[in-house]
């Protein structure tokens, strides 16, 4: 059965530095998400991604973020200049409309 | 979007008992769904339920929605200690962009 996966499973990055999190949706799938979760607490919406442009996005989602399908199969998630607040779980999900399919995560730690 | 409130917070049954977990939400709907968190990992889609339908069925899942009373359930029958996780709902209103959005959701503890 098709999963969305997710490299890497973790990343450690100083503060400051820029960290790119990948993520190969399930390949007939048409919207993608990336959410996150912080320890301990709810998982939340950044940004969804149809046709080629960000459709919606959270005020999470600021100018440090970006994605980016760059060659019609990977999904990123770019983070420009890390913060310690941003250690948490991140999670890329790909769906056809209703239902979305995540992948493991890639869990961020920043120091 | 709007987030469903997951009731109860946690829950703790011995295995080969019935879970029942309840969500509520504030607006009318399209669909609403269902999802499984393992400790740390990702959610896992289980079942969706559609507004013109009053229950429905997957293995050992059972969902109804009740739209007058702005509520859906979720059932698992004879449970196992694998089914221990974090379950939530996403109500899914007729103008979503698409984000769900989670609640705390219930965490279900079954002892072996």
């Known amino acids: 059965e098709p999963e969305v996966t997710q490299t890497p499973s973790h990343q450690v990055t100083q503060m400051g530095q820029e960290v790119i999190l990948r993520c190969v949706p399930i390949?007939?799938?048409?919207?993608f998400y990336w959410y996150r979760q912080i320890l301990g607490q709810k998982v939340e919406f950044l940004v969804s991604f149809y046709n080629n442009e960000i459709s919606e996005k959270s005020e999470i989602f600021d100018d440090q973020f970006s994605v980016e399908r760059p060659d019609g199969s990977n999904f990123t998630l770019k983070i420009r200049s890390t913060k310690l607040e941003d250690s948490a779980m991140y999670f890329c999900?790909?769906?056809?409309?209703?239902?979305?399919?995540f992948g493991p995560g890639t869990r961020l730690l920043v120091l | 979007s709007q987030q469903g409130e997951e009731d109860p917070q946690a829950l703790s049954i011995q295995e080969g008992e019935n879970a029942t977990m309840n969500c509520s939400y504030k607006?009318?709907?399209?669909?609403l769904q269902w999802y499984r968190q393992n400790s740390g990992r990702g959610l896992v889609h289980l079942i969706l339920?559609?507004?013109?339908?009053r229950e429905k069925h997957s293995g050992r899942l059972r969902v109804t929605l009740d739209t007058s009373k702005k509520s859906s359930s979720l059932l698992i029958t004879a449970s196992r200690a694998a089914d221990t996780a974090s379950y939530f709902c996403a109500p899914d209103p007729s103008s979503n962009t698409g984000k769900l959005i989670f609640g705390q959701g219930t965490t279900l503890q079954v002892k072996p």
């Open positions: 339920i559609r507004s013109n339908e």
């Open positions: 999900a790909s769906g056809i409309r209703e239902t979305q399919y």
């Open positions: 390949s007939n799938h048409l919207y």
């Open positions: 607006t009318s709907i399209n669909n």
